[in-house]
C-alpha cells in the first residue's frame, strides 16, 4: 500500500529538549516536505527536498532542520523546541512539486 | 504572507445544498491548482486538480472552475453530503515550487 508513515503520533516535550519527527515514504517520490497546520493559518510548508541531499526552506523553516540522506527519509528535527511550535505536523511526498502531494497522518506536537 | 487567499473560513449548508469556495492568488507563474479535503485526524487528500489550459474541471459532484484573467479557482460540491464534511484547502504550486496552501474552509453539511 503506497503510504506515508510519521512518527510518533503524538508528543508532548518539554521546552530545549531536542527531538526528531521521522517520515518515510513508499512510493519512490523524489519531492518530500514538511508542512505545519495550525488554526486559521492552514498549512505552511517549513522545509522541502526535491532529492537526496537537496532541501531548502520553505515559509516558516527557523526553528526547525531537515535532512534528506536516503530518498524514502525526510526527517524533521526540532533541536530546541519552544512553546511557539506547538502544532500539527505533516510530511508530504510527490513525484514532483506540482503533482498530487499524499500527506502522513500528522504528529501532534506540544512544548511546554 | 500567504500567496493563496481562501474564503469563506467556515460554511454550513443543507443536505442536497450546494457548497461554493474560493480562492484567489497572485503568482502568474502557478501552473497547478489542486483541492485537497481533510477529515478530523487524518492528513489531506487530494480531492481534484486543474491546469490553467483549462477552465472547468468536474469530478463526480465536485466542480473546478478556473478564472485565469481575474487569478481566481473555486470549488463547487453539488447535492453536498453529511459525508462531504470536512475542511477543504485550496492551493497552488510551480513544477518544482513550494506547494502554498489557503487558510481552508471548514464545510458542514446539516442533514
Known amino acids: 500500500e503506497a503510504q506515508v508513515t510519521q512518527n510518533p503520533r503524538y508528543l508532548i516535550t518539554v521546552t530545549g529538549k531536542k527531538l526528531t519527527v521521522t517520515c518515510s515514504q513508499n512510493m519512490n517520490h523524489e519531492y518530500m516536505s514538511w508542512y505545519r497546520q495550525d488554526p486559521g493559518l492552514g498549512l505552511r510548508q517549513i522545509y522541502y527536498s526535491m532529492n537526496v541531499e537537496v532541501t531548502d526552506k520553505g515559509d516558516v523553516p527557523e526553528g526547525y532542520k531537515v535532512s534528506r540522506k536516503e530518498k524514502r527519509n525526510f526527517p524533521l528535527i526540532l533541536e530546541s523546541p519552544s512553546p511557539n511550535q506547538t502544532s500539527l505536523y505533516f510530511c508530504?511526498?510527490?513525484?514532483?512539486?506540482?503533482?498530487?502531494?499524499?500527506f502522513g497522518q500528522g504528529t501532534r506536537l506540544t512544548v511546554v | 504572507q500567504q500567496q493563496v487567499k481562501q474564503s469563506p473560513q467556515s460554511l454550513i449548508v443543507q443536505k442536497g445544498g450546494i457548497s461554493i469556495i474560493n480562492c484567489a492568488y497572485e503568482n502568474t507563474a502557478f501552473d497547478y491548482f489542486p483541492w485537497y479535503q481533510q477529515f478530523p485526524g487524518k492528513g489531506p487528500a487530494l480531492l481534484i486538480a486543474?491546469?490553467?489550459?483549462?477552465s472547468e474541471k468536474k469530478e463526480g459532484r465536485f466542480t473546478i472552475s478556473f478564472n485565469k484573467s481575474a487569478k481566481q479557482f473555486s470549488l463547487h460540491i453539488m447535492d453536498s453530503q453529511p459525508g462531504d464534511s470536512a475542511t477543504y484547502f485550496c492551493a497552488a504550486s510551480m513544477t518544482w515550487g513550494k506547494l502554498q496552501f489557503g487558510a481552508g474552509t471548514q464545510v458542514v453539511v446539516t442533514p
Open positions: 486543474i491546469r490553467p489550459d483549462v
Open positions: 508530504a511526498s510527490s513525484v514532483r512539486g506540482n503533482t498530487e502531494a499524499f
